[in-house]
Structure formats: C-alpha cells, structure tokens
C-alpha cells in the first residue's frame, strides 16, 4: 500500500508550521505500506494543483492531508468536505473568495473515504485524544479536502482520500491564554496511528451519500 | 409571502423546549408576510413526514426550521446539510442511527436557500450575537434541514429553505457552569430579526454546489 | 437600610462602561432602603479615595461595589480581597503597579461581609446565572474591595461590603467570538437581586479570618 | 538546599492520582539539591498533620506543594492562600466543611514564598504553558498550601513554601471533550523547572501581606 502524506507549508509570516512539522515527525519505517510526504502551498487553487500532481506522479492507495485548526482540543478527522470557499482572511497569495464554488461540476459534498470512526478509536486507544468533526471550515482545509475527493471521484478509482485537523502545538500558545493543544509529540504519534488505522481498515470506506448512490 | 417556522417539541423527558418556546414568542403581526408555526416531532422520520405534511397544506414560500444546539454562544444560521444521521442518543422514539443515508436518491448535501450572512448581519446590528455555521451535526437537526431541502428540491419549485440552531436560554444553563446562553427574549428577537431578513432578501438564495449545476 | 453601590468610570477609551450603566438601571425604589450610587475612577488609589470619601459623607450601612470580568459566565460575589496590587495594564492615568502591597498595614487579606452564598441562591432563583467567586484578581477591583473594606475595619465599625463581577453585556461580545455574556436586563436585574439578599441578610456576614483575629 | 516535594494520593475511587505520578517522575538527580517526596492524603486535617509531620522530620528548605485543578490549561503557581475550608464535594474520608477557617489564630491569608513569577517564566522559556493564579480554591489544595504555610510563619523561620496546581494530564481527558491537558511528560518537566526555579531564587521571596504584618 502506498500512502500519501499531505500538509500546508507555513501560513502567515510564519517560519514553521507545526503541522507541516508534525508530519514530518511521522516515522515511514514503522508501516508495512510506502509513505509519501507531499508539501502543499496554503493557497486556494494551487494546493489542489499540487496535490492532484503528486496523485498522478505517485499514484498512492491513499491520500490523507493533514491540517491544523487552532482553538480544537484532539485530533478531529473529518466526515465530509463540502463544495465552497469562504474565506474570513486571504490564503498565501492574497486570495481570498467568499461563497465561491470549488468545481462547477462537482458534488455538493464529499465525504471522507477513510475509516474516521477507527482512526478515532484508535487514537483514544493510544491516548490520544480525538474525535469526528463534521465540519473542515470554508478555507484552504476543506478546500484541499474537497479537491482531493474531486479528482478521486473524477479520475483515480480506488484510490482513497480524506483529511484530519490537527489543535495547535504546545509551543504556538504559549502566549495564547486558555487555548488548547496537544505537544508535537502527541500530534505526530496521532497521525502515526491514524495512519495505521487507515492500514488496518481498507475497505472500511465511509461512503454515504454521494455519486455512489 | 408565507413563512412556515418550525420548532421541536420537547425532547429527553424535558416538559418544554425552550426553542419550541421561543418560537412561540416570536410575533406574526410584525411582519407583512403570513406566519405559520408547526411543532415537529423529534424524531428521525416523522420529522421530516410532519414537515412534509405541513409544506404540503400550508404551501409556504419559505420553511425556516429552527432548533437548539446547547454550548454554542450565538445565534447560528446553518449553511449546509448533510445526507447522513448518526445518532449519540436516541430520539423521543428511541431511534439511534448510525452513520446512515437519509434519502438513498438524495443529494450529499443540500447548502441553506436562505440569506444566511444578511441574517447574521441583521441579527448582530440590533445587538443579537450570530454567526454562519458550518455544520449542523448529524442528529434530528441536520435530519430536518436535510430533509426539507430534499423535498423542496423534488418537489416544490420556488419555494426555500433552511434552518438556525439557537443557544441554550440562561434558564437551562442555571446549573451548568461556565456554559453560554442567551435570554429567552434575545433569542425570540433573533429569530424575528432573521425573518425579517429573509424578507428582506427574497432573491438572495445562497444556491451553491447542489444539483442546480 | 442605606446601601451604597458603586461602578467604575469608562475605562480603556471606550465611552460608556456597561457595569456603570447597568448599576444606572437599578430603580431604587425597589426596596425598603435607600439606595445611593457613585462612580470610582479606574484608577489605583483614587478609587479608594473616591469610596472613601462617599463613606465618610453618607455614612452607609453598606458599600456594595461592582465591577467586570469579560469572560466569565454569570454573576460572581466575590468572597476575598488581597493585599496586593499587579497590573497586567495600566489603568486610567497610567498608573501600572507590580506585586505591591495596597495599604502595608493591611491583613493579607478581608473577606466579603455580604451574604455572598444567599445573593448567589437569589439571583438562580430568579433565573439569574451565578456563582460564588474565590478571586477578584489583582487590578482595579480587587484593589477597591480590598481598601473599603480596609476602611470599614480601621474606621467604620458596624458597616459592611463587599464586591461582585459581572460579565460582559452582549452588546460587547458582538465581535467577540464564543465570549460569556448577559443582556444588561439581567445584569441590572442581578444587582437588584443581590441588593435584596443583602437587606434580607442583614446578619449574615461571612465573617472569618478577618478582623476577628 | 533541601526540597520537599507534596503530592495527594488518589482521590475519589481513582486507582492513580495524575499529580502524584508526575511528581513521581521528577528526576532528582537533575539538581543541586536533595528531593524529598511526600504523599499527602487527600483529606481535610490529616493532610496539613502529614505535611507537618514530614516538615518536622525533614527539616527542608523549601516546601512545594503539587495538587491538580482538571479545566485549567496550563502549570499555576498559586499566589495567595485563604483561611477558609469550602467542600463542594467530601474529601476522602467523608468531611466536607462548609465556610470553616482553617485556624482559627492563622492569618485571613498566607502569600506564596515560591518566586511564582520566575517559575513561570522558567516554564514558559522551555516551553510548557503557565501563568500565576490567583485562588487555589477552597478545597484541599488550598488547605494544605494554607496550612504549610501557617506552620511555617509559626514554627519554621528561614523556611519557604508554596503550591503549584497541573491541569488535567492527556490520558484524563480522553473521554471529557473540549476539556485541556497537558501531557505528563510535559507536567512532570514542568515541576522539575519550577524546582530549579526554586533553587535559583533563594531570596526572591514574594513576601507581601504575610508575615511582616
């Protein structure tokens, strides 16, 4: 099994993004599968690009982006990627739409088609604590989220995709009072299991309510 | 215009709902379009059958759904639906469905017909905290909005749709420390105030990545 | 009975403080006492200096002293006043005083003479949120619980006060995202409920570790 | 210099108490200073008789009291300490004081002798979230600092003491959602750098309001 990794470069005027650091914490040698680490760039339209041009290089079983939002308490994969961008700030390069359809021709949603229930379960089993979003937002997470589960519909049967948010690190509130996060350490073993988890579950594709119906 | 509001009725036990009774509060003789309530049942399934019934006698122009979402802080019109129900508790029937379709030939989501942000806009200038939310879960609320939005687009061209979750009133929060509320009477005003929106904003459809392209 | 209520001034630039007004809304002639306000400067020292003289000219049974905590949920009694004074910014007239002592003759510390416990079970009984607080932190308001109080135990025998926080009006959490608040209906109504407790409570001194040792 | 190190055992049914198996991994050998450890009960009395009991025996230096406050996010030094015991829920052997003074001839309150503000900075430079706090509470943790403190201002001249609250660690929040943690790994290293901390300012004792008076 191949897997592909993926997380956004730094955002912000920022130097590091701890999410793009925790995935390359992630250790390759501890799968029975190849993993992939894809860098994608924090802009509406690009990252897709990006993402759909490693897909076709790569040719991975799996993708799974990663992706941070600040303010959560656990690791939260996410059920379902919907079809509109609505930024509150502009992404990398100074775009920022508001209510803009992603594909024309896509669906109003996707939802993941990776086994998020026991990736959940697995994490809290390890300690880590995490749970089911149902929502990735309106900016560049769901965006990638959504473009990804678009090409897979589209043009890679078999291929599987989906994304999970990461909280902050500890070290990015350290002057944000009250604010969860989990240390870097916690977050990069997280993604290990949920990785494993995705490893251990190949058919447990939760494929509700789209073109399959 | 006619507007049809719908409200649950009381859930897990409790004698009222205080969304049922805000819902109650609100007053049909501010505005120039016909007000109608229906009580729903919190059901998976009769939900949506009682909204049915009722669009189909009633006929309105719009059907705003509305129901609670303890913990929240702000008056929240939904943005999309989602064609999945996964229940943590059981509904008024003991009903508890697990990662399920709502409607096999339903769309994976189905965005709001309201003007969500000029009812967040409206909401916020007369002093009533909103905002858009992204998500409205995967329980009997989720379910209703899904449902009458399945059902306008199959079978009740112009007429519109959508929902807004409300906060827990003070008086349920009396006991729950550190959780937010609004008063009673804030929260009724809200839901005037967007009423008037949706008036206000007979053509503003925010139609996006549904089957309409 | 005469009761002596007191508010800070605006503060930070902004020209209404809504704890001021919503101690402007309490109608005194609720109660079978007479009912006296005054607003403190926010300002170390002179706030002190300002109650100090508003006790030597009324000569009240009570001092009773509002002040706000944005971010806590319901209204918070305050059941102790510290020797100490440690601004995080600086107030009114700049004034930003680090780990010192308020009045070196002091105690380390007075506790509330108000029946804090009955005004928190009356505020819930009239759907009021509240809850006894253990700190009145460190800037402004604890400094002015603390040098009444100072002055009622070196000059004032006989006299009471004490001190309660209130939250946030929801006007001022309109662009504040997922803050506490309480319309300033309930606030004022809060204060008067409290301001009942306290003439129904007239022995009812929480009197421990204070001057009594 | 001698530092003894307090932790409560396990309370309320739990088999481990978090605070005392961080304590437990502190490595005393990372310090230029003998580590003494001591398990407290968790229970009104006893608890100061233990701490007394060690203190006499021991003879320490610095006497630095650990408990946990589950819903903080992050490592507090306690600033001040209340002569008042106020259970909202009984202890382990079934007290439960209700507005009791702890001594009847102590102080109405006893300042922190720990530097709290370097061993916060301390932490926070290493990268473990903390601030200062301002209430310890009511219950056990601020009975012990009390008491500690009491006995030192008595009995113990040259002698200094504090308390120190750790939030929730990881593994207690799986199943509490949107509730903070640190991890142990992370709480147990920020004890050992508020120790060295200690070590570090013999003399910066924040004495104000205590025994001066």
Redesign the interface.
């Known amino acids: 099994m191949k897997i592909m990794l993926t997380a956004f470069d730094p955002f912000g005027g920022e130097k590091i993004n701890p999410a793009l650091e925790a995935v390359k914490l992630v250790r390759p040698e501890l799968f029975e599968a190849e993993i992939i680490k894809v860098e994608i760039p924090t802009v509406f339209g690009k990252s897709i690009a990006t993402a759909l041009a490693a897909m076709e290089e790569h040719q991975p079983d799996v993708v799974f982006c990663i992706g941070q939002a600040g303010g959560r ?2 690791m939260t994969p996410e ?2 990627a ?3 961008d609505d930024g509150r700030i502009p992404d990398n390069e100074g775009n920022q739409p508001v ?4 594909f ?8 993941s088609m990776l086994p998020i ?1 026991a990736m959940v379960a697995a994490m ?1 089993a390890e ?3 995490a ?1 089911v979003s ?2 990735a ?2 900016y560049v997470c769901n965006h990638i989220m959504y473009g990804v589960l678009y090409h897979i519909h589209k043009s890679f049967p078999g291929m599987r995709g989906g994304f999970m948010h990461v909280p902050f690190t ?2 990015q ?2 002057n944000r ?7 870097s ?2 977050i990069a073993r997280g993604i290990e299991i949920a990785v494993q988890a995705i490893i251990d579950h190949p058919d447990d594709i ?1 494929a ?4 399959e ?1």
């Open positions: 308490f656990d059920r379902v919907i079809n509109i209510d803009q359809v992603i024309e021709d896509g669906e109003p949603a996707y939802f229930k809290k300690g880590i604590p749970s149902n929502t937002g309106t500890t070290e509130v350290l009072p009250n604010t969860p996060s989990l240390s350490e916690q939760f509700v309510g789209g073109a119906h």
